[in-house]
């Protein structure tokens, strides 16, 4: 890190390319759909497969995947979106030895 950076802006730029790739997923599977698209369904989407995508990021540089796969999983996970939420929830949940089932919440197993 220099100076008082934070985040440095390399990062920032990675992040904010997976979010955008993300978004595309996501846009793909809102326009699969033959609902009619609402401004609520749009922002929502936007949202939610851009945090996927950060998150998705995240775990696949982590596992130091090829860049075009770790391109491809975000995407994917955009369109995923809350799919591939609670697939990172059950992911973090093992990992930890926690059940995020009413009672054992935050209890180790």
Do not use: D, W
């Not at 990172?88 to 209890?107: H, S």
């Amino acid at each position: 890190m220099r100076g008082n950076e934070l985040i440095p802006l390399e990062e920032i730029k990675i992040l904010l390319l997976s979010a955008v790739l993300a978004i595309f997923g996501g846009f793909a599977k809102l326009f699969m759909s033959s609902k009619r698209l609402t401004v609520h369904q749009f922002l929502s989407c936007c949202i939610v497969s851009g945090f996927t995508g950060v998150m998705a990021s995240y775990l696949v540089r982590y596992m130091n995947l090829p860049h075009f796969l770790q391109s491809f999983l975000i995407g994917m996970a955009g369109f995923a979106g809350p799919a591939a939420l609670s697939a990172f929830t059950c992911i973090y949940e093992k990992k930890l030895g926690i059940r995020a089932n009413g009672n054992n919440l935050g209890k180790r197993n």
